[in-house]
């Protein structure tokens, strides 16, 4: 008899709206942090230690945030991408909520941003444009585009992407509406390959730069994870069933060992990363999870998952967390 | 009889003993006089060893011995002298080696005659003796030699028959608990048979030396122990025996058969039955018989009709080894085809079918099966027009039973019979679930070896042991590599256990409905499956909350309910619908179930949803019946809320008191303070509502429904939920009357030809005796009581359904009790 799944930690509630976008920041001094934007354009700060909202930002003229993300080199900024199609940037220390910079992007598509700090104080980002098949990438500092990205053929919208840093320079892997993946070489602006995943479009991925391994998540049952190879050439490499199709976020814990889902049937589930095992369902939600997140801890047994849903709720799990 | 003749038998002797006196005998005499009346140790000695040199003498045994051997156990001095061995042994010797018979036949008449003595005693361990010492062989052999006893007289030879094969039985009637464990049946038959062998290996011997035997007598003897009854004793040591020498010996074979034949007539069928018992196999059973079945008329009536067709008590390995036993030669083949057109014609009588037993039927579906089993192709297509007819008729008349279980043969057989008739595209496939007698059923058609079990027995099981050795060990090697596999892949795999995830089922898209209304407009209209199984799930819970809601639109509800068809195969459907249905009427009883009685009759209705009426009905009436055991009712502090009917100044003054009393007393123990509480019957008031509405038009027919004709399924469903309905109302005031209009309606139907119709009355019969109060129902029965009695009586010696006999044997009881009860009341007054 396997033992039952555990409750969540604790649930945070009053966002509003739907959740749907987590980042946790936990990292330097202070107070461990969980920011989360909202259906209605607010953001969020949580305190994970008295699990209270210390302050809400509201930006984003009341549109949908889409997507946050902390600096890891300082803990007092903050970037956010909203429906009014544009990316601002938060100045937060000293109890300050100034917008210090802001971006248009033109693009009215759901695909969030990538993050890439590639030293301190300088940071890439790809964002979607006004093209909706096409990504961007700019210098954060100055807003200088360094390239743009559009693939060759018809791959219909871009639904998702991520940008990391290889030895050879800043590699970013995109998913497109026809379920195909493009590894691109950001240098160079070309792409390095292109694997067709799913039938259906790409809702989500994540890559594990150390292993050279991704999975990404579509609107069926399957979560299919693919391989880079020396030549930075995608491979297919195992797949894993779901009970219920839809997946709006996957992430893959820093340590490498699990990998979380956000489901549409409400549940989040837990794989383990090497090879897939289902390990865990994770019931809590009354509606559609939106977003999954791994806390930065240094600590492993503090680290948490945190959960967005659209029944408004946040929920916080300690899950795997004392290996 | 036996006494009478016996007597006779020594009268003669005796008087060719006076005759012989005279002459010869004189110093055989003279020696008998001294044993009668000396009582010097010397004489009497002498006496003796005068006699027992005479043993051998044919002179002396014939006419002399048996009054020799009277004188000596009648002799008083044998009880001063038994002391001295000499004497002892001279006593012994002259009844163990003189002529069996005479000796066998005083003994037994002398145990007969005398009571309770010393001399008893004595003539008991003289015959134990005789018995160990092989005597019966000596008598049975002397009876098989051609001219050895032939001069027997009918009369002696039929005496001496009777004795042998009564030996227990006489002995037990005067010995009683001291009946030496020799004499007893489990001792004597095998004994018995032990002799039979020995006689015939006996005769295999003379036969051999060119000496012509008569088993004549042994096949008496066998004849009359079985006819007694002890066919089982004998031939447990018998048959085995017989089977493994004539499986050596072709003489033994022939030995045997002549043996059989001999049998006399009137004791043939106990000898067959008997022997089919104890043999195994039909090859055993054809080397011992041969062709008799073929030769004797009545051993082919035993075997082709009287086992198969008449009784049911055998067991199937019988049944294989009689029709193994006539498929084995040609000539016995053509009553095999007889068989089966004779089963084939019981199996398809439809009033077989009503009025045997389930059982019986059962059995002969076996014997159906396994000719057909039996038969050669060429021989089938000889009697496919006779098969077919079987076939077509039998499966029809069974599929028209009540009764499942009937029904189901019916299926099997059919499939069966179809299988080997028919071309593989045109069988005939029923559905079913498969259980024990289906599938033994099913097994009788795989090819039955008539080859000889015991013989192949040992080699299969061992080849079948080593094989499954082999599978076993397979298995396992598979399994542990699979398991080391498995291993592998989890040394590889992350070391995080993975949690229970039996929860995570597939996601419904529609929410299920809230309101009563909501899910009643799901149910009427919608198309989508997804949400008439959410309804239908919480419907019972919705309207057992929402009393208010559902009564409502509870006759609305019941006719959407009762109008519900699974468009969707939903699971349980069923089952939910039926908890509504019963959560409506207990939630809203009279409107709902006037609304289920009305339409129990009315038209345009199928069976189905006339029994789920009568279900629900039951179900209802059994819930209502049950006194609530609600938690939140026992939860609820009941002394809290003050009723307005209580207000009148006693009560108010007695809880102020207790009220006082609760305060000032403190509980050592909390436990033990919640007692049973008395609730209101709810079913009580209303159980006439449920009831007489049913028996309002039963005898009116209408187009798509008759009750009184073809419908009788429903019928007995009726009579049955109407005893539900009586029982659950025990206790009632209305019960009487109930009782009474039931045992009326009953009375029209008691002779009803269908079984399961039969068994509702009979339920409803037992309902209505244990449910009414003793002195209602003696008036109520009053002129019909002893027809009543008669008629249970009548069903539960005759009837052939099981179910039936037993309930009517209950109801017997339950009058009787209640006749004693009202009868005694009287008597305690006076």
Request: overall charge negative; some cysteine; charged content about 20%.
């Amino acid at each position: 008899m396997s033992r039952a799944p555990p409750d969540p930690l604790f649930i945070l509630r009053g966002s509003g709206s739907a959740v749907n976008s987590l980042s946790f920041c936990c990292g330097g001094d202070g107070p461990p942090f969980l920011y989360s934007g909202s259906g209605k354009g607010a953001i969020h700060l949580w305190n994970l230690t008295t699990r209270r909202a210390e302050r809400v930002l509201e930006s984003h003229a009341g549109s949908s945030v889409i997507w946050l993300q902390s600096f890891k080199d300082s803990r007092s900024r903050l970037i956010s991408q909203g429906r009014d199609m544009r990316l601002c940037v938060w100045d937060l220390s000293e109890d300050r909520s100034a917008v210090t910079d802001s971006l248009l992007t033109a693009s009215v598509g759901f695909c969030q941003c990538s993050l890439l700090e590639t030293r301190p104080g300088a940071a890439l980002l790809a964002h979607p444009t006004e093209h909706m098949e096409e990504v961007r990438v700019v210098e954060m500092r100055s807003w200088t585009p360094v390239c743009t990205l559009k693939p060759d053929l018809k791959l219909g919208m871009l639904m998702c992407m991520k940008m990391w840093q290889a030895d050879s320079g800043p590699v970013l892997c995109a998913g497109y509406e026809d379920g195909s993946l493009v590894l691109w070489d950001v240098s160079h602006r070309r792409p390095y390959s292109c694997l067709k995943a799913h039938p259906e479009p790409v809702m989500c991925l994540d890559v594990d730069v150390c292993k050279q391994k991704g999975i990404s998540g579509s609107s069926e049952k399957i979560l299919q994870s693919w391989t880079l190879d020396k030549q930075q050439n995608l491979q297919m490499h195992d797949s894993v069933q779901m009970t219920n199709p839809g997946v709006s976020q996957l992430c893959i814990r820093a340590d490498g060992k699990i990998l979380a889902t956000a489901g549409w049937d409400n549940n989040i589930r837990v794989f383990g990363w090497k090879k897939l095992k289902p390990l865990a369902v994770l019931q809590h939600h009354t509606d559609m999870v939106n977003s999954v997140a791994f806390s930065d801890h240094q600590d492993p047994p503090q680290r948490l998952l945190a959960a967005g849903s659209k029944d408004q709720r946040i929920s916080v799990w300690s899950i795997y967390s004392e290996s | 009889m036996r006494c009478c003749s016996s007597a006779a038998l020594i009268r003669y002797s005796k008087h060719q003993f006076r005759d012989v006196m005279g002459s010869a005998g004189t110093e055989v005499g003279s020696c008998l006089r001294t044993l009668s009346t000396s009582r010097d140790s010397a004489e009497i000695m002498h006496a003796l060893r005068t006699l027992t040199r005479n043993l051998e003498d044919g002179e002396f045994t014939r006419p002399h011995y048996t009054h020799a051997i009277q004188v000596l156990l009648s002799a008083h001095w044998f009880s001063r002298w038994c002391e001295d061995e000499e004497i002892k042994k001279l006593w012994d010797e002259m009844f163990l080696k003189g002529p069996p018979d005479q000796t066998l036949l005083l003994l037994l008449d002398t145990i007969s005659s005398t009571g309770e003595s010393a001399g008893l005693v004595r003539c008991a361990s003289v015959l134990e003796k005789f018995l160990s010492a092989g005597r019966l062989q000596v008598l049975l052999w002397s009876r098989c030699e051609v001219g050895g006893a032939c001069s027997d007289s009918p009369q002696l030879r039929e005496t001496v028959i009777g004795h042998l094969a009564a030996l227990p039985s006489i002995t037990c009637n005067h010995l009683h608990a001291n009946t030496p464990d020799a004499f007893l049946p489990q001792q004597y038959y095998p004994l018995l048979a032990a002799s039979i062998l020995d006689t015939l290996q006996k005769t295999c011997h003379a036969l051999r030396a060119g000496q012509d035997c008569s088993l004549g007598f042994v096949a008496q003897v066998l004849g009359k122990v079985c006819i007694q009854g002890y066919s089982s004793q004998i031939f447990e040591t018998l048959a085995p025996r017989l089977s493994s020498l004539t499986c050596v010996d072709p003489l033994w074979q022939r030995v045997t058969q002549r043996l059989l034949e001999k049998v006399p007539e009137r004791c043939t069928e106990c000898v067959i039955t008997g022997l089919m018992r104890s043999l195994s196999g039909a090859a055993a059973v054809s080397r011992l018989m041969g062709n008799l079945v073929v030769t004797n008329k009545k051993a082919q009536f035993v075997l082709t009709h009287k086992l198969l067709l008449q009784q049911y008590q055998h067991p199937t390995p019988l049944l294989k080894s009689v029709l193994g036993y006539l498929a084995l030669n040609l000539e016995r083949r053509t009553l095999l085809k007889q068989v089966l057109r004779s089963v084939c014609q019981v199996w398809c009588n439809s009033s077989a079918v009503k009025h045997t037993s389930v059982e019986q039927q059962l059995y002969v579906s076996k014997v159906l099966l396994l000719c057909v089993a039996l038969l050669h192709h060429s021989e089938i297509q000889e009697l496919r027009h006779e098969m077919l007819q079987c076939m077509l008729g039998g499966v029809q008349c069974r599929l028209d039973s009540n009764i499942e279980r009937i029904r189901r043969m019916g299926m099997v057989v059919g499939e069966c019979l179809s299988q080997k008739l028919d071309t593989p595209g045109s069988q005939l496939k029923f559905q079913y679930e498969p259980d024990e007698e289906i599938r033994e059923l099913k097994s009788l058609m795989e090819s039955p070896s008539v080859e000889d079990d015991e013989q192949h027995q040992p080699d299969t099981s061992t080849s079948l042991q080593a094989e499954s050795k082999a599978e076993g060990s397979a298995g396992q090697s598979a399994e542990s590599e699979a398991g080391r596999g498995s291993d592998s892949e989890l040394d590889s795999d992350d070391d995080l256990t993975p949690y229970d995830m039996s929860a995570d089922q597939e996601k419904k898209k529609s929410a299920p409905p809230h309101y009563v209304r909501d899910c009643l407009e799901a149910l009427m209209s919608s198309d989508d499956a997804e949400r008439v199984e959410l309804s239908l799930q919480v419907a019972e819970a919705l309207l057992r909350k929402n009393v208010k809601a559902t009564q409502e639109v509870s006759v609305q509800f019941s006719k959407v309910l009762l109008h519900l068809e699974d468009r969707y195969n939903t699971p349980h459907f069923h089952m939910l619908r039926q908890n509504a249905m019963v959560a409506l009427t207990v939630t809203d009883v009279k409107p709902v179930v006037d609304y289920w009685t009305t339409e129990f009759y009315s038209l345009n209705f199928n069976l189905r949803q006339r029994l789920d009426i009568l279900e629900v009905l039951a179900l209802s009436a059994q819930e209502l019946s049950e006194p609530i055991t609600n938690k939140h009712t026992g939860a609820q502090p009941i002394s809290a809320v003050t009723p307005q009917e209580q207000c009148d100044d006693i009560t108010h003054w007695r809880q102020i008191v207790e009220k006082r009393i609760q305060s000032k007393t403190r509980r050592i123990s909390k436990g033990g303070t919640q007692s049973v509480k008395a609730v209101p019957n709810r079913y009580a008031p209303v159980a006439g509502f449920f009831f007489f509405p049913l028996l309002r038009s039963y005898d009116r027919p209408q187009v798509t429904f008759d009750l009184l004709g073809s419908d009788h399924l429903v019928l007995g469903r009726l009579l049955h939920t109407l005893g539900l309905l009586m029982h659950l109302a025990i206790n009632a005031p209305v019960v009487s009357q109930m009782g009474r209009a039931l045992l009326d309606f009953v009375w029209t139907v008691r002779f009803h030809t269908d079984q399961m119709v039969r068994r509702g009355v009979m339920f409803a019969v037992c309902s209505v005796f244990l449910s009414m109060p003793a002195e209602n129902l003696l008036t109520e029965l009053g002129d019909d009581l002893m027809e009543t009695r008669a008629w249970l009586a009548d069903v539960a010696e005759n009837d052939c359904d099981a179910d039936c006999r037993s309930l009517a044997v209950q109801s017997l009881m339950l009058l009787d009790k209640n006749l004693k009860t009202q009868l005694k009341i009287p008597d305690m007054e006076t």
